[in-house]
């Protein structure tokens, strides 16, 4: 079997390179329009660097962190800016609790996974997802959905399944927390989005830096990035980022992980009044997640003890006990013959073994116009494509697969923005308008199967052999267990490869998608202004069970669906250093499957999935704007995917959030500033009123199925009641202090806590709180800059759950728990030129 999956990267070589073929052909094709825009005539006006087009849109003015500038010899002209924007609006106001992370704060921590941005965003929960990639961080107990210059990147559920996050390509980070807003469209239920500001060409000259990045745990990763003018009104950035890693801890540096990414972005000012953007990027990824250990307890938490044990046999549908390897039907489970709890190394690895890999291969392009028609009016076209193919094969120690052979994302957006004055009875009012239209097409073939995973049956004291994994169901054998979808069918063209029908991830889907959009801010006073919007998103889908499906389990489904979504939000400024705001957001989301198509399974449930948000807040800028302080509190409730089994009955269940935040920036001096951020949340998942509860794969945790003879991996419903969250913390905190001297000397300082978490529904099991202290300390002149990076300086030992509360994977609990790294370092080298 080994031999089987280990050939099948080599088939996804093959179908990348077919895939690139594709890209390829597309990229040549839009730089062939740029090419007959050459010819146009060239623009006067070439001096100031051409920013990004639509990102934030008008309801959002976030605000950068106050971050010392780094001394640099090469300087901009005074009207000049090397630094991309996301600010285009320039509205003053905020109505939802916003922060930019510019691109010197990314450097400050190294910023290369998306849990990292806990240091600057409080409300973001460090996990560790095994088996699934995280391409999302999780803020505020919900997955922070992604764009990409305000265009959503389409290839995600659960903030998971998606390509890595590559940050080596973006100039900034725009971190929203809320529901998405009017002008980007929801993708699913989300606790905020995440908006990369990708890197923008150098207008002014020629001009780049080199860096390499070594240190414990197998930390290796290198990037170039340079660019200039081409003509005084066209010019291009190129980068190029690479790393070749492994370790026994940490998510996105192991068990292995070997990135290629590479990038280019042109800007082009054909006429004064019109700029062309174009962004494209190839990503290569290879990594092996690790899940850490399984049967986790709370010996294991506190003291590192081990509950070992061998697999004895499993019980069929009858209850009937049968010694040796065998795959039990839900609701049965397995036996182990438990022994003696034992001292375990942290590193031992549930997935260390070489035929396990998550292969990934992604290419995105963008292409922005924007037209200054007057000064009061803008037309912007943005236009995003992409591509993915990935698979997940791991063995946990059971097979989990998940394939997506080709992946297709299409999406166009047309804005219309203007401003104008106009009287409203007795006030004269000030009106910016954001309005126009979305078309999306998508496209994909998703191959998804895992339920059988007795993954408490293996002894991680001992070595890992092929006898134990569990045999794949055939149809004859599912028909016995009274379910035919849990038959394992063959995944055309992966052999060794199986996966599930009727499981609501396994589709082959295409769908279109109109969006109408319409967003209108309006000044009533110099103090008072008010932000309505409304989006409707017109659905056309099309899916059925994937090629290959035997007939008897072929499903198919066509669907058309209208999802409104509705905003308000009221601003208000008493004082000239105090403003206060007030967001109501109402709308309806879909549920995808796990690389965002949909499935045959979806009813007209599915795609209609009520969600509301309230929020209000309000920021003081003290002490001459050297202090801010931005409080608010929100309430929100939607739909969170549940675990199902193949023809299940329940995918998703009501949750719903509350909390509050603060987060202040103190900057004392010009070189030193200090960012304080605290987040208390709440969160549940109310199943009152559902025929069944949630699904876990074992409801409590090894030492009791010791103690009391019960079995492994039973997979049990629970009691339909309101559940808090499992796998997550409620109490959020942050600092990050940073100075730089005159003479390029600093430093930066930041700290991550988290209160405690309970891994499953029996709420016994828990990760206790606990915090990291991080360090940077750094020299920089106008040639090159060194720095070095202390993690965890203090050796805090605490660890991550399998899933956090809103994953579906949560029902796994009590079957991973993965150590976090220790203390470590990292030092890294930059050469500018």
Known sequence: MGAKRLSNKRDFLKISSCSYFYFSFYFFATFSFFSCLLQAQSSENNDKLSPLASTIPEEIAPEYPLQPSSIRSKKPKENQSIDATSDQTEIEETTRTAQIVSRRSLESINFQNVNELSAYQVGINQTQMTGSPQAEPILRGLPATRYRNGMLVGFSRDAQFGPLMNPNMDENLDMVTGPSNIIFGPQELAGGYLNEITKSPYFDR?????????????????????????????????????????????????????????????????????????????????????????????????????????????????????????????????????????????????????????????????????????????????????????FIDQMIPVDFWTVLPAGYNFDDRIENQFNFSAPIGNLFTHNSIDCGLEFRYFSDNEYSGVWHSPVNTWDLTKPLLDIFFSPIVSYNQALLFGNPYLTDIPVPGYPGFYYNSHNFVTTASTFYKLSPFYQHKIDLSEKCSLIFGGRADFYSVHASSPPGTPLPLFLENNMTAILPQLSMSLTYDPFSWMNSHFTYFFGQNPFPSAFGSFAPDFTSTYYHLTNQYFEIGTKFNLYKDKVSIDLSGFYQDGFIPAYVLPQGSVATTQAYLKGSQLQAIWTPLHNLSINVGYAFIDAHEDWIGSPIGPLTTQPYPSNIADQLGLRVDPYVFLAPLNYPFIGFPRNYANTVITYQSEKGLGFSLWTIVQSGQFLNYDYTVRIPSWYTLNARIFYTTSKWEISLYFYNFTDEKYWAPGAPGFISARSFNYDFITPQLPFWIQGSLRIFF
Do not use: C
């Open 206 to 390: 020629f001009q780049g830096e080199a860096s390499y990045t070594a240190g414990m745990y197998g930390t290796n990763f290198w990037n170039l990035d340079f660019g200039g003018p081409i003509k005084n009104n066209l010019a291009y950035r190129l980068d190029y980022f690479g790393q070749d890693g492994s370790s026994y801890y940490n998510y996105y540096y192991g068990s292995y992980l070997r990135r290629e990414s590479g990038y280019l972005a042109l800007s082009y000012k054909p006429y004064e009044k019109l700029t062309i953007d174009f962004n494209g990027e190839i990503d290569s990824n290879s990594l092996n997640p690790p899940a850490g250990l399984n049967r986790p307890t709370q010996e294991l938490i506190n003291n590192r003890l081990y509950l070992t044990g061998s697999f004895a046999g499993w019980f069929d549908q009858n209850g009937v006990f049968h010694k040796g390897i065998g795959t039990s039907p839900p609701g049965e489970g397995y036996a182990v013959n438990w022994g003696a709890a034992v001292p375990i190394d942290p590193r031992t690895n549930i997935l260390n073994n070489p035929i396990d890999s998550t292969e990934q291969f992604y290419a995105v392009s963008q292409l922005i116009e924007t037209l200054e028609v007057s000064d009061n009016f803008k037309i912007i076209n943005n236009s995003l494509f992409e591509y993915y193919s990935t």
